[in-house]
């Protein structure tokens, strides 16, 4: 075998280092010690969060008709339709989607026609300087030769963010529904809350008739009579706050369902929401229902893929380009079989020196890989965080319930008996105000709780990612958490 000679060596070291060195050219593989594992339960948990029955689980994911309101059900349905902020998701999920599309377009070969006229002069023409013209007309072929993989993993990435995007629109998705479901459940609560001031409202002015008939008669001072007034107005006054906050709620509903709030409206009614048990299950479903999760681990992917790319921009690249069609002098000539012409050729690009743009492609690139692997790894603890929130909300307020409803029984006795006793004259009128000011502040505590559960339960739903069914593939969340090497 002939030995090269030193000056063809030294043309071709540079594309020999390249191709030994190819295999480096991939993303880097992540280290599953630095991705976030599933605790093994919740520390909230118990039996009650574990077990689901069949009736509740929702496997076409309206985990909202378990409440068992026909008016939040069509609700979240109009949300789901015309909602700005899941179009808004779906726009950027339809961009991301053309993107992938473009990159994956710069792998396949590029075909196209043409037809040009020039008219020349000068020393390159055949009359010797005299000007002359050429027309062409023709098709041209071009072929990158993806030898590195840097078009792939540029292609993998651009398919990893569209992925992520699916996530985020999914995220959208649950965001409107626990919003809207939210939102749905404070207005009935107010609606509730509303209902309990009037109907103290009306005991007062009951209250107050009666003092000042006692005060017109001589029996009491005109000091009764202003302290009853004064519970009745700033009773008044509290009724008029709970009205300002439905408003500001209605017209929040509006925005979701993507009503303009002078056009929507949504009567007072019973508050007859069912309140279901939701079943936190294992800590690991988390990570396979949590679209937010979910993304964020595509992003990381993603960021692995590019560090690929970036390491690729080292190598040559390498492209086979091909013409044919006629070229001549008089159009009448042009599409002679002596006119025809072709040509074909192989392009090698090697990047020699940039000034350190390559180098500082790469490292970026790494950069951009570790906030990933970080936001990843702080979404996780976030996902569980949230479940662990609202698990412990719910059973602290479960007692906390029952504990208020002790309270208002209570509350409730007590202005039985003062009612009784200062209508009889036993005790004063501080004793009765006393009273029902006790029994109305505890009663709007119980139903504060008891919206408090509500707005847990649809807390805890959103920690899980929008339902509790079974996952689809049961290894999914250990292949989730460990997947570290998708470019390498």
Same mark, same amino acid.
């Given at each position: 075998?002939?030995?090269?000679?030193?000056?063809?060596?030294?043309?071709?070291?540079?594309?020999?280092?390249?191709?030994?060195?190819?295999?480096?050219?991939?993303?880097?593989?992540?280290?599953?010690?630095?991705?976030?594992?599933?605790?093994?339960?919740?520390?909230?948990?118990?039996?009650?969060?574990?077990?689901?029955?069949?009736?509740?689980?929702?496997?076409?994911?309206?985990?909202?008709?378990?409440?068992?309101?026909?008016?939040?059900?069509?609700?979240?349905?109009?949300?789901?339709?015309?909602?700005?902020?899941?179009?808004?998701?779906?726009?950027?999920?339809?961009?991301?989607?053309?993107?992938?599309?473009?990159?994956?377009?710069?792998?396949?070969?590029?075909?196209?026609?043409?037809?040009?006229?020039?008219?020349?002069?000068?020393?390159?023409?055949?009359?010797?300087?005299?000007?002359?013209?050429?027309?062409?007309?023709?098709?041209?072929?071009?072929?990158?030769?993806?030898?590195?993989?840097?078009? +792939?993993?540029? $292609?993998? %990435?651009?398919? #990893? @963010?569209? *992925?992520?995007? =699916?996530?985020?629109?999914?995220? &959208?998705? !649950? /965001?409107?529904?626990?919003?809207?479901?939210?939102?749905?459940?404070?207005?009935?609560?107010?609606?509730?809350?509303?209902?309990?001031?009037?109907?103290?409202?009306?005991?007062?002015?009951?209250?107050?008739?009666?003092?000042?008939?006692?005060?017109?008669?001589?029996?009491?001072?005109?000091?009764?009579?202003?302290?009853?007034?004064?519970?009745?107005? +700033?009773?008044? $006054?509290? %009724?008029?706050? #709970? @009205?300002? *906050?439905?408003? =500001?709620?209605?017209?929040?509903? &509006?925005? !979701? /369902?993507?009503?303009?709030?002078?056009?929507?409206?949504?009567?007072?009614?019973?508050?007859?929401?069912?309140?279901?048990?939701?079943?936190?299950?294992?800590?690991?479903?988390?990570?396979?229902?949590?679209?937010?999760?979910?993304?964020?681990?595509?992003?990381?992917?993603?960021?692995?893929?590019?560090?690929?790319?970036?390491?690729?921009?080292?190598?040559?690249?390498?492209?086979?380009?091909?013409?044919?069609?006629?070229?001549?002098? =008089?159009?009448?000539?042009?599409?002679?079989?002596?006119?025809?012409?072709?040509?074909?050729?192989?392009?090698?690009?090697?990047?020699?020196?940039?000034?350190?743009?390559?180098?500082?492609?790469?490292?970026?690139?790494?950069?951009?890989?570790?906030?990933?692997?970080?936001?990843?790894?702080?979404?996780?603890?976030?996902?569980?965080?949230?479940?662990?929130?609202?698990?412990?909300?719910?059973?602290?307020?479960?007692?906390?319930?029952?504990?208020?409803?002790?309270?208002?029984?209570?509350?409730?006795?007590?202005?039985?008996?003062?009612?009784?006793?200062?209508?009889?004259?036993?005790?004063?009128?501080?004793?009765?105000?006393?009273?029902?000011?006790?029994?109305?502040?505890?009663?709007?505590?119980?139903?504060?709780?008891?919206?408090?559960?509500?707005?847990?339960?649809?807390?805890?739903?959103?920690?899980?990612?929008?339902?509790?069914?079974?996952?689809?593939?049961?290894?999914?969340?250990?292949?989730?958490?460990?997947?570290?090497?998708?470019?390498?």
């Amino acid at each position: 075998m002939t030995l090269l000679t030193h000056p063809l060596r030294t043309a071709l070291a540079p594309l020999v280092a390249a191709l030994v060195l190819a295999g480096c050219a991939t993303a880097p593989a992540i280290d599953p010690a630095a991705l976030p594992s599933a605790p093994a339960a919740f520390k909230e948990g118990d039996g009650r969060w574990t077990q689901a029955l069949p009736t509740q689980v929702q496997a076409d994911g309206a985990w909202w008709k378990t409440f068992s309101d026909p008016v939040l059900d069509g609700l979240v349905e109009r949300a789901l339709e015309r909602n700005n902020s899941i179009q808004i998701a779906a726009a950027r999920l339809a961009q991301s989607r053309a993107l992938l599309q473009a990159t994956d377009a710069q792998r396949a070969p590029q075909l196209g026609i043409g037809a040009d006229a020039t008219r020349q002069g000068g020393a390159i023409t055949p009359a010797g300087g005299g000007a002359g013209k050429l027309l062409r007309a023709g098709a041209n072929f071009s072929w990158e030769l993806d030898l590195f993989g840097r078009l +792939a993993q540029a $292609s993998q %990435a651009a398919s #990893l @963010d569209a *992925r992520s995007r =699916e996530a985020l629109l999914r995220n &959208a998705r !649950l /965001v409107v529904q626990a919003d809207v479901a939210r939102s749905y459940l404070a207005l009935r609560a107010l609606d509730a809350e509303r209902a309990l001031v009037r109907e103290t409202i009306g005991a007062y002015r009951d209250t107050l008739a009666l003092t000042e008939r006692r005060f017109e008669a001589g029996d009491i001072a005109e000091l009764d009579v202003a302290r009853v007034r004064t519970e009745l107005a +700033a009773t008044e $006054s509290d %009724a008029l706050a #709970l @009205d300002r *906050r439905r408003a =500001e709620i209605e017209h929040a509903l &509006a925005v !979701l /369902v993507g009503d303009a709030a002078s056009d929507f409206r949504l009567d007072s009614g019973n508050w007859n929401t069912a309140l279901p048990v939701i079943p936190a299950g294992v800590p690991s479903t988390v990570l396979t229902r949590r679209p937010d999760v979910d993304a964020a681990r595509q992003s990381m992917l993603a960021a692995q893929a590019r560090v690929g790319v970036a390491q690729a921009a080292w190598f040559p690249d390498i492209a086979l380009t091909g013409s044919g069609g006629f070229a001549s002098t =008089e159009l009448g000539d042009l599409f002679k079989w002596s006119a025809r012409s072709w040509g074909v050729g192989a392009l090698l690009s090697l990047p020699i020196f940039d000034g350190g743009r390559r180098d500082a492609g790469v490292r970026s690139a790494n950069a951009e890989l570790d906030a990933a692997l970080a936001g990843y790894r702080e979404q996780v603890l976030v996902a569980f965080k949230d479940v662990e929130d609202q698990l412990s909300a719910l059973r602290l307020l479960a007692e906390q319930g029952e504990a208020q409803a002790r309270a208002v029984t209570s509350a409730s006795r007590a202005t039985v008996l003062s009612d009784a006793r200062y209508r009889n004259g036993l005790v004063s009128q501080l004793e009765l105000l006393d009273a029902r000011r006790s029994e109305l502040r505890n009663r709007r505590e119980a139903l504060q709780v008891r919206s408090a559960r509500y707005q847990a339960t649809v807390g805890l739903v959103r920690a899980l990612g929008g339902g509790w069914e079974p996952a689809d593939d049961p290894a999914l969340a250990g292949r989730d958490a460990g997947n570290g090497s998708a470019g390498g």
